[in-house]
């Protein structure tokens, strides 16, 4: 993977077709010269705005987006730059084995398509800042991938008018059903995480979920209430915690969950990294995995394999996920029409040896000292 230059700029041109009875809609009739003449300016500045060129004041470049927006202006498909085809990747934020997965599914298609893939990162934020999605508009990319992440609506409608089409991995909220986008059956995954722990014998199961704001957190959370409510157990909120996927948030969520007075007997993490995290909790504490605590993680990091007990965890087709991705953004960008815009892959348990029945009624699974020391 490298990141090429930037692309040179193209010769511009108005959607083709006929609207609704023949009649060529707005959008289909507007000249970049009519854009001109609408919002004011020289047409060699509606080009520099359309291409991402930083050499137009804010106001000139606000005062024109407006009027694309307004005239539902889209270039032509078919003008596309000289250069390597590339695809933007975006992720929220980089570094972890998650990210690695996507990456490898999305290269895998790129490679056998003869496409570059330009990495970039939101540094921990939902939303790319401007400067990110001018440096898209002027290297004109055949799309973009959105990972964990997403364009607000301004952001959309730019990308849109250049006829740049992108695909949602895995969205953090709920999408209009115009936005392409793949994702897997997270209610489905946190049901079989806490099927499969009621099925042991586990009562009191704890979940660390991930950012309540992220849909896929809110779906996971969703399966775990309804597993428990059809076997019959009462959830109850003590034993429900938010983190933030990160081995840290585990940890800590874990720690108070297993040192308070009425600790569960196993945890359901929103992640496997969170998973990691419980496991070094329950060791600070003595506890045994799974004698003592059942755990349950969530995506089947190869990580998963690596930590001893290896961790039963809800398996997630990354990379199958990114593969899908890609292919439907390429279809797009071909100007096909696919068959679904929306994809939700399926989802399995992947049973190893970090569950186990609870201990018998009436032990406690902290050490009354331990528990008071971690308080």
Request: net charge negative; glycine share 10%.
């Amino acid at each position: 993977m490298r990141v090429p230059p930037a692309a040179t700029g193209a010769a511009l041109g108005s959607s083709a077709g006929t609207g609704e009875g023949g009649a060529a809609t707005v959008a289909e009739r507007m000249t970049i010269s009519q854009l001109a003449a609408a919002a004011e300016v020289s047409v060699p500045t509606v080009s520099k705005v359309l291409n991402g060129r930083p050499d137009v004041a804010r106001e000139t470049r606000a005062r024109v987006e407006e009027v694309i927006q307004r005239h539902g202006y889209q270039r032509r498909r078919g003008t596309t730059p000289r250069g390597p085809r590339l695809v933007d990747l975006v992720f929220n934020e980089l570094g972890n084995p998650w990210a690695l997965e996507i990456i490898r599914g999305v290269e895998g298609v790129a490679r056998e398509q003869g496409v570059e893939v330009v990495l970039s990162e939101c540094l921990g934020a939902r939303t790319p800042r401007q400067e990110w999605l001018d440096s898209v508009l002027e290297r004109r990319p055949t799309g973009v991938i959105m990972v964990f992440s997403d364009l607000d609506p301004d952001q959309r409608t730019q990308l849109e008018a250049r006829s740049i089409p992108f695909v949602v991995v895995d969205p953090v909220g709920e999408e209009r059903g115009d936005v392409p986008s793949i994702g897997s059956a997270n209610f489905t995954g946190g049901g079989l995480a806490t099927r499969h722990l009621l099925d042991l014998g586990h009562r009191r199961i704890a979940v660390i979920g991930g950012p309540p704001e992220t849909l896929c957190s809110r779906a996971r959370l969703g399966g775990y209430r309804d597993a428990l409510e059809h076997a019959g157990v009462r959830p109850d909120d003590a034993l429900v915690r938010s983190g933030n996927f990160f081995v840290e948030s585990g940890h800590d969520h874990a720690l108070s969950l297993l040192t308070a007075p009425h600790p569960p007997t196993a945890i359901f993490a929103g992640n496997d990294l969170q998973a990691l995290g419980v496991y070094r909790a329950a060791r600070e504490l003595g506890l045994r995995v799974p004698d003592d605590l059942s755990v349950v993680g969530y995506d089947d990091l190869p990580v998963a394999r690596w930590v001893g007990p290896e961790l039963t965890t809800v398996h997630q087709p990354l990379a199958a996920m990114a593969d899908a991705a890609t292919r439907l953004l390429l279809t797009l960008a071909a100007g096909q029409t696919p068959v679904s815009l929306r994809v939700d892959l399926d989802v399995d348990l992947v049973v190893r040896g970090s569950t186990a029945p609870p201990r018998s009624a009436g032990q406690s699974s902290v050490p009354t000292s331990r528990r008071a020391a971690a308080t």
